[in-house]
């Protein structure tokens, strides 16, 4: 069921899941309205490999595979990404910095479609330390706003670096509808 293909004799109380928005919706008291109960499904993808980071513009890496996932927006329109990695900087200089940033498209297949986000270095985790070369977890949010309710998108991970190249790993991305 959809929320364009809803029953045409309802009761107050009924229950529908509609595929289209991942909402759990129920009927009125009066049987005059649909309410909505629960909506979306979080999800997430994760990456165990290790991802060189070969470039200074955002970028897949090279040796391993970022996350990425296909989702479909809340009634809401909004979305909150919660991402997260291990970092290591290539070199003991300030300028051996890492980023990590998620990229939002149009579509259900991953880094294929229109651009809606596009990876930035205000919204990457980004980690350099300067002296010594040393591994660090963090993560990072970012709410995405105006999005179409229904239709399918996708966030894949980017990652880049100022100065030295280093190295990006434990990747996880979440897409927590709002």
């Known amino acids: 069921m959809t929320s364009f293909t809803r029953p045409s004799v309802t009761v107050a109380g009924m229950l529908i899941y509609e595929t289209d928005t991942q909402s759990l919706v129920m009927r009125n008291s009066a049987n005059t309205a649909w309410v909505v109960i629960l909506t979306g499904q979080t999800l997430y993808n994760t990456s165990n490999t290790t991802v060189t980071t070969n470039s200074t513009s955002f ?78 977890r963090g993560g990072a949010h970012r709410v995405i706003p105006s999005l179409t309710p229904g239709q399918t998108y996708n966030v894949k991970m980017k990652v880049k670096h100022a100065g030295t190249a280093g190295t990006v790993e434990e990747m996880k991305v979440i897409v927590q509808p709002m």
């Open 59 to 136: 970028g897949n890496g090279t040796g391993g595979t970022t996350p990425g996932i296909g989702f479909v927006a809340p009634p809401s329109g909004e979305v909150l990404l919660h991402y997260s990695c291990s970092m290591t900087p290539g070199a003991t200089t300030a300028q051996a910095t890492q980023y990590f940033a998620p990229h939002v498209k149009t579509g259900a297949s991953v880094d294929v479609g229109t651009d809606v986000v596009v990876a930035a270095d205000a919204d990457a985790f980004r980690f350099g330390m300067g002296g010594v070369v040393i591994k660090i």
